[in-house]
């Protein structure tokens, strides 16, 4: 992740938590989110290597479906404001909720807690940019994409 991309998301979760709003969603592309030299962010407690299983099971994906956009969907501060917390994912896919499923639980060590297809999109949600900037996901979704939410506990 990117300077531009952490000033981004810090100015807009501290705003949000000093205004009480809580309405906005964030994402990120996995791969600026999911970086392992990368220690300003955490996913499912996983800071740094940890991150690898997770890449692995997001390659597994795309391996087999090509189409696929994978985003992190960010939660929250922590750590005093050092580090940004996630622990679900967002997937964009032309595959079956079925071969979602199979990809993600074939991992003994880091199954998800759920997974299941978004239906609800009635939150504000953005995506981060490389350059900081706000991306309505309207502007995300392909012809012939479902999308889906895998969540760690």
């Known amino acids: 992740m990117n300077s531009l991309q952490k000033g981004s998301i810090l100015t807009l979760l501290k705003t949000d938590e000093?205004?009480?709003n809580y309405t906005n969603n964030y994402w990120f592309s996995y791969k600026d989110y999911l970086d392992p030299a990368d220690d300003?962010?955490?996913?499912?407690?996983?800071?740094?290597?940890?991150?690898?299983?997770?890449?692995?099971?997001?390659e597994n994906l795309i391996n087999k479906d090509k189409t696929a956009k994978i985003f992190v969907?960010?939660?929250?501060?922590?750590?005093?404001?050092k580090v940004i917390t996630a622990d679900t994912l967002i997937i964009f896919?032309?595959?079956?909720?079925?071969?979602?499923?199979?990809?993600?639980?074939?991992?003994?060590?880091?199954?998800?807690s759920d997974i299941g297809e978004e239906t609800d999109f009635s939150q504000p949600t953005f995506m981060i940019g490389d350059n900081g900037e706000l991306i309505s996901?309207?502007?995300?979704?392909?012809?012939?994409?479902?999308?889906?939410?895998?969540?760690?506990?």
């Open 93 to 112: 896919s032309k595959l079956s909720l079925v071969e979602i499923k199979q990809i993600f639980n074939e991992p003994k060590d880091i199954f998800p």
């Open 73 to 81: 969907q960010v939660y929250g501060l922590d750590n005093k404001d």
């Open 18 to 20: 000093m205004s009480s």
């Open 137 to 153: 996901i309207t502007e995300l979704s392909h012809e012939g994409q479902r999308v889906y939410y895998c969540w760690w506990d």
């Open 40 to 58: 300003f962010t955490d996913f499912c407690c996983e800071c740094l290597e940890g991150k690898h299983e997770y890449i692995a099971l997001i």
